[in-house]
C-alpha cells in the first residue's frame, strides 16, 4: 500500500499562486499515474490534472489548464501542483491520489486507489 499527505494548501488572493506537494510512501510510487482533485463545500469530487508515471504525460482539466502545472518527482517520491493566477472559483480542498493504470485522463475517482486527507486552499476576492 502507499500513503500520501498533502501540503502546501493555504489564503491567497486573487491572482496569487501556490504550490502543493502530496509526500508518498511506498516503493511503486513511480509505477502509475498520481492525480489531483479537488472539493468545495457541498459538490462533488473533482478531477483537476493527472500525470503519467515517468512525468511524460499530463492531463487537465478545462477549468484549469494554462494556469495550473502538474509535475512528479519519482527521486523524491512527491507529486506536486504548481497553480498560477488563482480564482476564488479554485477555493476547495485538494486531494492527491494514485492509480492503479498507466494513461492520463482518469477523470473519474474511480479510478484511483489511494488518497491524501486534502489541504485547503482558500482564495479571497
Known amino acids: 500500500q502507499v500513503q500520501l499527505v498533502e501540503s502546501g494548501g493555504g489564503l491567497v488572493h486573487a491572482g496569487g499562486s501556490l504550490r502543493l506537494s502530496c509526500a508518498a510512501s511506498g516503493r511503486t510510487f513511480s509505477s502509475y499515474t498520481m492525480g489531483w482533485f479537488r472539493q468545495a463545500p457541498g459538490k462533488g469530487r473533482d478531477f483537476v490534472a493527472d500525470?503519467?508515471?515517468?512525468?511524460?504525460?499530463?492531463y487537465y482539466a478545462d477549468s484549469v489548464k494554462g494556469r495550473f502545472t502538474i509535475s512528479r518527482d519519482n527521486a523524491k517520491n512527491t507529486l506536486y501542483l504548481q497553480m498560477n493566477d488563482l480564482k476564488p472559483e479554485d477555493t476547495a480542498v485538494y486531494y492527491c491520489?494514485?492509480?492503479?493504470?498507466?494513461?492520463?485522463?482518469?477523470?473519474?475517482?474511480?479510478?484511483?486507489?489511494?488518497w491524501g486527507q486534502g489541504t485547503q486552499v482558500t482564495v479571497s476576492s
Open positions: 491520489a494514485t492509480s492503479d493504470r498507466r494513461r492520463v485522463g482518469l477523470r473519474d475517482p474511480l479510478n484511483y486507489a489511494y
Open positions: 500525470i503519467s508515471s515517468s512525468g511524460g504525460s499530463t
